[in-house]
């Protein structure tokens, strides 16, 4: 790992001042009084923060849709990694921008309301899918698959389904064009160190995360799949 590797991962690791919440729940809990920290958020929190913490982490989550998966790792995580570094550049992706712009502005509209975060949205720079942090070079960039990002390297990324439905994972075309947008557009834009998080309902065998674990980088990725029922050695037995 070079320099500017080892300067990344720094970034990344060393929490702000601010930083008063261990986890992405802690902070979601401590903001939300409606939230329900369930055990399958409990193992996404667990997961979230070792990723945050590893330099170049990989992690894809399996999750079935309406289980508060994108609650979690596309709103309050991306608070949760302000708090800690409010330098980081972060960008998410999902299937339509449309879905991904409605997060940038969910991450926004919490860090206006809840001000003992310290976080401050700068006046200069705050369309809803394109905003920074006041004195900071963080900040939130959405985008739709097949979007392109933003000119500067991004430090996290969320990638939130990338396919719609099954009606979409079941088309080669479409998984053919996110394969391309993650190969040509997303990888190419990770700053040194930057972690990567897929979440997703997995729809079919050769979606994103199938081809991302089976090509010669698979061994990099931690894949966890949490079920709609516990059953016994799975991650919530």
Known sequence: MGLESFEAAARLLHPGPSATWDSPGTLAKALDQTTVQTPALDVID??????????????????????????????????????????????????????????GRTIRADIMQHQQTGLHIARDQGAQHDWRLDGHNGGVYSTGIGGALTGRPVDLLLIDDPFKDRTQADSKTIRDNVWDWWTDVASTRLAPGAPVVLILTRWHHDDLAGRLLAGPDGHRWRFLNIPAQASEGDVLD
């Open 46 to 103: 667990e997961a979230l923060v070792d990723a945050i913490n590893k330099p170049n982490a990989r992690l894809i989550i399996s999750m079935p849709p309406q289980e508060g998966k994108s609650q979690r790792v596309s709103r309050w995580f991306p608070h949760w990694v302000l708090t800690r570094n409010p330098d980081t550049r972060i960008a998410i992706a999902s299937y339509e921008h449309g879905v991904a712009r409605r997060w």
